[in-house]
């Protein structure tokens, strides 16, 4: 099992900055890649920023030039860097961990998620 934790959420004014971390904890393997999701009331989950065990990043059209995703792998800590941020980032942001179990079959875990608010 895989224990999800994020923290730095919170509220900010518009054009302002977050920076959001998850960390990783339990029996971790083989780790496919991390990444941040949101999902506003009444709308699909939406990807924000993935990065995977080779180091490819990919992210979110909505935040893109916005984000930016690291990994600190001695801590096991993904963190997501929010800048410019716009009322419409207003959601709960959680992070996802895939990895391979010890027979190689891929598992995913989610954390609780934080609340990222953006108003004047």
């Known amino acids: 099992q895989v224990h999800l934790v994020e923290s730095g959420g919170g509220s900010v004014q518009p054009g302002g900055s977050l920076r959001l971390s998850c960390a990783a904890s339990?029996?971790?393997?083989?780790?496919?890649?991390t990444a941040w999701y949101r999902q506003a009331p009444g709308k699909e989950r939406e990807l924000v920023a993935l990065i995977s065990s080779d180091g490819s990043i990919n992210y979110g059209d909505s935040v893109k030039g916005r984000a930016t995703i690291s990994r600190d792998d001695a801590k096991n800590t993904v963190c997501l860097q929010m800048n410019s941020l716009k009322p419409e980032d207003t959601t709960i942001y959680y992070c996802?961990?895939?990895?391979?179990?010890?027979?190689?079959?891929?598992?995913?875990?989610w954390g609780q998620g934080t609340q990222v608010t953006v108003s004047s």
């Open positions: 339990g029996t971790i393997l083989n780790i496919i890649d």
């Open positions: 996802r961990l895939r990895q391979r179990d010890r027979w190689g079959v891929p598992d995913i875990y």
